[in-house]
């Protein structure tokens, strides 16, 4: 168990609708990363949060958007949403801001769009 | 831009033979380098990493990894490979300048599986 917890586990919902996806870091983690693993394209870098502050950003949809709270949780909205979309979105927790800290990752997210 | 790429898809070791999966990096500045392994249905579990000092780097589970400068390389290796090694390994890397210190940038992925 890395510590990551993400909720919901699974989730199908219909084209064009909207979701957001919930990632509980590690206990006194600061840094937050979103990720989408899709057969074709891989693991992809969306954004990351430092302590409730947007740090880094990939590429991430402008249909997407994330945020972090006070509380360090964060979430990923995901809106009008594409048969595309469908993937697992991995959540990942580390101490610091980057550089040589490694991150921890949840068990994911499986979103299927029908 | 830096980028990490795993040139092999797939690789096929039977169990008790060595293992090598492998992985090249382009980067502006010096590399923080990562392995990470993902199990089916499975986050991703990180491994090993290399930040600064020997060249060899060990992890969990046996495994390690050797870090080569002037190839620009970060290969993944076990002595003597399992079957429940079997999963898909993944190389990441951080720039260690500026903002690109901050993404950790993942390749395509190598599935390993080991045959009894």
């Known amino acids: 168990d890395s510590g990551v917890t993400q909720t919901p586990k699974h989730l199908i919902t219909a084209t064009g609708q909207r979701v957001t996806l919930r990632c509980s870091p590690r206990?006194?983690?600061?840094?937050v990363y979103w990720y989408q693993q899709s057969l074709d394209q891989g693991l992809q870098f969306l954004i990351q949060?430092?302590?409730?502050?947007?740090?880094a950003k990939g590429n991430i949809l402008e249909r997407f958007s994330a945020q972090q709270f006070p509380d360090l949780h964060s979430e990923l909205n995901l809106s009008s949403l594409e048969l595309g979309d469908s993937a697992l979105y991995f959540c990942?927790?580390?101490?610091?801001?980057?550089?040589?800290?490694?991150?921890?990752f949840g068990q994911g997210t499986r979103l299927t769009v029908v | 831009a830096q980028s990490v790429a795993q040139p092999e898809d797939q690789v096929n070791v039977a169990e008790g033979n060595p293992l090598t999966v492998k992985c090249t990096y382009s980067?502006?500045?010096?590399?923080?380098l990562f392995w990470y392994v993902q199990y089916p249905n499975r986050g991703l579990q990180f491994l090993l990493k290399y930040i600064t000092g020997d060249n060899l780097v060990k992890g969990s589970y046996g495994f390690e990894a050797e870090f080569n400068k002037s190839q620009t390389s970060f290969h993944l290796k076990k002595p003597s490979a399992l079957v429940s090694d079997s999963a898909l390994y993944f190389c990441?890397?951080?720039?260690?300048?500026?903002?690109?210190?901050?993404?950790?940038?993942f390749g395509s992925g190598t599935r390993l599986l080991v045959r009894p």
């Open positions: 949060y430092y302590n409730g502050e947007e740090r």
């Open positions: 980067v502006s500045g010096n590399p923080y």
């Open positions: 990942a927790s580390s101490a610091g801001l980057g550089g040589n800290t490694e991150a921890f």
């Open positions: 206990s006194g983690d600061l840094s």
């Open positions: 990441a890397v951080r720039d260690r300048s500026g903002d690109s210190s901050y993404k950790l940038i």
